[in-house]
């Protein structure tokens, strides 16, 4: 009935997007971006923006592996000290040239932004001192060997000296920003619209894209159709629900990747006895807490048909995970798999635990955090119910889930976690490492597991400069902590999905950024 | 009347003083701020800094003290996530709110009461049941789906109204407005027939309901022995007497209109006040939520005020007495 106004819809639409093209990409974005000051709140779709307009010493590419950014080049001078060589002919979006005094500048302001609700400063704590040899060199001095300095500088935004005194209010009304990057700031709306500018002067490859506005559609089923409509040309964070019908659409394409984060389940393998949501079968308080033994937890793991959950519940944006993080990402195991749905085993191996009738549980979970937490959980919980481990669900908002969750109330969770860094400390060093504030170790450790094999070799690959040795080091940590004691299970790889309009391209990136320069047109 | 008034905005003192502590409180116990706001990757050191940068490590009492102090000094305080103060952050949400409010109430008002009354004087007619049967469809559908179909038809099918977004502003009086140009009226469109459609059902209902049961009453039997034009008999006479209820009505849907355009600003990335308090409660930022009830509840109370004068003007045997 409507088919020929929507045709014809369809070529008007065709027209003014092509001729549209060269000059301005319309992005829809998920996350409404909270801020313009680079160094105020570390939160993904800030520090996307971020990336248009500033710059980091080192870059990451799509897969996060380490590029040359505002610096060149980058070593280890001994296992304390590091030299890293700026980029020359760099200039500021106000035409003034950038050298060393503007990165001293920068690591000065970073741990100083007042009433800053996520900084940071986490990546800057290592370095004890940073001076300027030359106007082009900048050397930096860790309080003991730091590895992975390369990585937190990919994280650090890099502002002007004038800068540094500078207010968040000032970033914000757009006084303060400039920066290097393939982008200038040109409006900033809160909740609604960040509008950017190219930046003629660009040292890199030129972006496609004369001017760019991005759209802040937090509702996923309107920011497809905004893509539909042709009033975005690129949206990110395709809802799982219309992807079967995106790539049917001749009208659009899409662009995915097994991103950083995964999906896993958490147990009480602290508690020695009385946790929380434990039951025995009948559901009635149970003293002793089966989750502390290893072959319950990995019988818990063999009851999960992983592939069931990818393919019904995720429509195939997931990938079965038996590890942190996919094995492209360095210091993960070639060892590990996603455990197999083997119920027999999974038996065998609660017998042995001394539990052959099984018990009861409650697994806890977000229901708007990740996706589609919530229906992952039932899943779960309907599989261990069959499996002889009766398990209820209990879902709740974020804001309400991790604060309980840090506080220990729950025996059984799901939760996420995006590895920031690119690589696989970082889910070593917050999820399975003994809770220990004062290294830092064990911050998200909502399970408090703890095994000392598994700290030494973190603590130990965490001061070893050497890439291979500490890669080795890393996957140990992960088979056993992992794949031997399951102190977490994991279940999935989120994949990401971007929707482009046909004409357009971009590469899926696995730290889930939406970067503007990186569109191409596929011409 | 002055009396009156006062006494009013003095309960409107005492109203607005336990709402800030109910929702302190409540909000209180959802969860710790803390938790949703740093990064997931943030070390222990991390979080108690985040702690102490918001006020979060002092006791809940001390921190209620503190906000209520602030608050006499006219200051709600920082939001989290934005770092500046809340009510400025609400407030330059607002005139995208009201634009899209005001849109709606015109157009329900301005419909709803034509119809309404076309229905109530020929309740035979096949239009007017047509109209009715409209109406039933327009406040029993959710408004989510609704706005859903309408970005359909009429941005993805049609292709003749813009999908989402809000047009572009010009600066009146130092609000910026997008409603005076025709490219902001093309976003503005189905968002506020989104809004709109609800209010308009039950104005319909209501205005028939009213004209029903008014035409049959003696002064309009009265006015019309006496040989009035018909015109004068509906306009002045019957109208008059059906208004009444009618603001009452327009006045709390005005209200929620403002309040509680929550569904229809995300569906339509409408940057207003709705979408900003929906992101703050999921991020527990304290400062603009309870900011946010304390103005809303703040224009409920001058609302009802405004509603209670109109009566009396309309009605002049409601006098507006005196309490003894």
């Known amino acids: 009935m409507i088919r020929p106004p929507r045709l014809l819809a369809a070529i008007l639409l065709g027209v003014t997007v092509l001729s549209a093209q060269a000059q301005e990409l319309s992005i829809g974005l998920s996350t409404p971006v909270t801020t313009m000051d680079p160094h105020f709140h570390n939160l993904t779709p800030n520090n996307s923006i971020a990336k248009h307009i500033f710059e980091t010493l080192v870059h990451q590419d799509e897969q996060q592996a380490l590029k040359p950014g505002l610096a060149e080049s980058w070593r280890a001078v001994d296992s304390t000290t590091w030299e890293i060589k700026l980029r020359k002919n760099v200039r500021w979006h106000d035409g003034t040239p950038f050298t060393a005094e503007d990165v001293l500048s920068t690591l000065k302001r970073i741990p100083n932004v007042p009433n800053s609700p996520a900084s940071f400063a986490i990546y800057m704590r290592p370095i004890v001192d940073a001076k300027a040899a030359d106007p082009h060199t900048v050397i930096l001095k860790t309080r003991e060997a730091h590895p992975l300095l390369p990585n937190d500088l990919a994280t650090i935004h890099i502002i002007p000296k004038k800068a540094e005194a500078m207010s968040t209010p000032d970033f914000n009304s757009g006084k303060a920003v400039i920066g290097t990057g393939p982008y200038k700031f040109a409006e900033y709306v809160s909740g609604d619209r960040v509008v950017l500018t190219v930046n003629d002067k660009y040292w890199g490859p030129k972006p496609a894209f004369a001017k760019v506005r991005f759209r802040m559609i937090t509702n996923s089923a309107a920011r497809v159709a905004a893509l539909l409509a042709g009033d975005v040309q690129m949206i990110e964070a395709v809802p799982t629900a219309d992807i079967e019908n995106l790539r049917k659409d001749k009208r659009v394409s899409l662009a995915s990747v097994v991103s950083n984060r995964i999906i896993y389940l958490h147990l009480d393998s602290g508690r020695e006895k009385n946790s929380p949501f434990v039951t025995d079968a009948a559901g009635k308080p149970m003293e002793a807490n089966p989750l502390r033994d290893a072959r319950v937890r990995k019988a818990i793991s063999k009851l999960i048909d992983r592939n069931a959950i990818a393919s019904r519940i995720m429509e195939g944006e997931a990938k079965p995970a038996g590890q942190f993080l996919p094995e492209t990402f360095h210091g993960t195991s070639r060892k590990l798999t996603p455990d197999k749905y083997d119920p027999e085993g999974a038996k065998k191996l609660l017998a042995e635990a001394g539990y052959p009738n099984g018990f009861g549980l409650t697994l806890h979970t977000p229901n708007n955090r990740y996706v589609n937490d919530e229906k992952i959980s039932q899943a779960v919980a309907q599989f261990l119910t069959r499996g002889g481990i009766p398990t209820k669900v209990e879902a709740m908002p974020s804001a309400v889930f991790f604060s309980r969750g840090s506080k220990l109330e729950f025996s059984f969770l799901l939760a996420g976690w995006g590895a920031g860094t690119g690589e696989n400390s970082s889910p070593l060093r917050s999820l399975v490492s003994t809770f220990d504030p004062k290294l830092g170790n064990g911050a998200a450790n909502r399970g408090r597991f703890s095994d000392a094999g598994v700290d030494a070799l973190v603590q130990t690959a965490l001061t070893t400069i050497d890439d291979t040795k500490r890669g080795i080091m890393l996957a140990a940590a992960t088979e056993k902590a992992v794949g031997e004691l399951m102190g977490v299970i994991p279940v999935h790889y989120e994949v990401s999905t971007w929707g482009v309009r046909k004409g357009l391209a971009y590469k899926a990136r696995v730290d889930q950024y939406t970067l503007a320069h990186e569109v191409k047109t596929s011409k | ?324």
């Open chain 2, 1 to 324: 009347m002055t009396v009156y008034v006062l006494r009013r905005l003095a309960q409107t003192l005492l109203v607005l003083f336990v709402t800030s502590g109910l929702v302190f409180g409540g909000l209180y116990l959802v969860g710790d701020p803390v938790e949703i706001l740093v990064n997931p990757q943030a070390d222990q050191e991390e979080r108690a800094r985040t702690a102490a940068a918001l006020g979060l490590d002092k006791p809940v009492l001390e921190q209620y003290g503190l906000f209520l102090k602030g608050m006499f000094a006219g200051d709600l305080g920082k939001s989290f996530v934005f770092g500046r103060p809340a009510l400025e952050v609400i407030l330059e949400r607002m005139p995208a709110t009201l634009e899209l409010a005001f849109l709606a109430m015109l157009m329900s008002v301005g419909l709803g009461i034509p119809l309404g009354l076309y229905a109530g004087l020929y309740p035979d007619r096949k239009t007017s049941k047509a109209i009715m049967a409209g109406s039933i469809l327009g406040f029993s559908l959710p408004t989510f789906w609704v706005g859903l179909l309408l970005i359909m038809v009429f941005a993805v099918q049609l292709g003749w109204l813009p999908s989402t977004g809000r047009g572009p502003t010009e600066n009146v009086f130092g609000f910026s407005i997008s409603i005076f140009s025709v490219e902001g009226l093309r976003y503005a469109f189905l968002p506020s027939l989104n809004l709109a459609l609800f209010k308009l059902s039950l104005i319909i209902r209501l205005t028939r309901a009213q004209v029903r049961e008014q035409a049959l009453l003696d002064y309009i039997r009265f006015a019309r022995a006496k040989g009035l034009p018909r015109s004068r008999v509906i306009g002045v006479h019957l109208l008059k007497n059906i208004l009444i209820p009618l603001v009452t009505v327009i006045g709390l849907e005005l209200g929620s209109v403002i309040a509680f355009a929550i569904v229809t600003e995300s569906i339509f990335a409408w940057p207003g006040m709705g979408k900003l308090v929906i992101d703050s409660i999921f991020q527990l930022d304290r400062p603009v939520v309870v900011a946010y009830l304390l103005v809303v509840v703040f224009m409920f109370i001058m609302i009802n005020l405004v509603v209670d004068v109109l009566y009396s003007a309309l009605d002049p045997r409601v006098r507006i007495a005196e309490a003894k």
